[in-house]
């Protein structure tokens, strides 16, 4: 395959008009709460090539992961739940909601989400996706979420099989984050796991290798234009 097949993100052109319109149904049906950690202390396990910040590499995966929910996703069932300043400046006027982040870890920050969408929404349709999915396309994201559909409750792994990178329920008052590592099993216990053949959805960066197999797959912009700075 030549280069640039490689390092173009897939806009996956070709179903019918009908599946799009059936799709994007389904997406307008959730509200997704995105946790993104303050880009100052995330990432820890990366080592970010020369000349580039670590800070700043966490906040492009976040950039990009948010950009293509709001690609997806109506604005106003987008909840983010940061205390990252340039994530809030980011998201200012997108219409998605910020959520202050409670501050005693990532559980905790999607407790805070699942109690802001109950506030306005109860009972609705809640997805949880993380905020380091760099190579993550519109596309990819909305199969995910059809799929997810048709479950009560959803838990898609990551690209290793033991983390996740997506939880789901139909009913947001039922949904319950266990995150941490090897959380794919504990959500497995109350959500049907999902093997998608999806890997832009399922490729979290956490280290050098999944960095790796982002940039194969092809990154958003904000972390294209991050790596590839003179
Ligand atoms: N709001 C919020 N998001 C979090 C928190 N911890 C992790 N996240 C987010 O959850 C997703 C997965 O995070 P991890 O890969 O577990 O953690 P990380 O801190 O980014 O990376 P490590 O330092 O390698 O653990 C990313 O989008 C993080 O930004 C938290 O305490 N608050
Ligand atoms: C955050 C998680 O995964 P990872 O540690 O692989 O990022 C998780 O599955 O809870």
């Known amino acids: 395959m030549a280069a640039s097949e490689v390092n173009r993100r897939d806009t996956h ?10 799709k994007s149904a389904v997406t307008s049906t959730w509200q997704v709460i995105v ?13 970010p090539p020369d000349g580039v ?16 929910v709001l690609e997806v996703v109506p604005a106003g069932q987008v909840f983010v739940v940061t205390a990252d300043p340039e994530i809030r400046l980011q998201l200012r006027g997108s219409g998605a909601a910020l959520v202050d982040d409670p501050g005693r870890g990532l559980n905790a920050a999607v407790a805070a989400g699942i109690a802001a969408v109950t506030a306005g929404a109860p009972h609705s349709p809640t997805a949880v996706l993380l905020g380091d999915l760099p190579a993550l396309t519109a596309a990819e994201l909305t199969d ?3 799929a997810c559909a048709a479950t009560e409750a959803a838990v898609v792994p990551d690209h290793e099989g033991t983390g996740t990178v997506l939880v789901t329920h139909h009913d947001a008052g039922r949904l319950v984050p266990r ?14 796991t999902l093997h998608l053949d999806l890997p832009r959805l399922r490729t ?3 280290n050098d290798e999944s960095l790796g197999l982002a940039r194969e797959l092809g990154v958003g912009p904000w ?8």
């Open 144 to 146: 995910g979420l059809a």
């Open 179 to 192: 995150f941490g590592t090897g959380s794919a099993a504990r959500h497995a216990r109350s959500a049907t």
């Open 223 to 230: 972390t294209r234009r991050l790596l590839e700075q003179p």
């Open 13 to 22: 052109p070709g179903p019918s008009e009908n599946i799009v319109h059936v």
């Open 35 to 47: 946790p993104v950690k303050h880009s100052a202390r995330g990432k820890s396990r990366l080592r």
């Open 53 to 68: 910040h670590r800070r700043d590499l966490a906040l492009a995966f976040a950039l990009d992961t948010l950009d293509t």
């Open 204 to 206: 979290d960066v956490d």
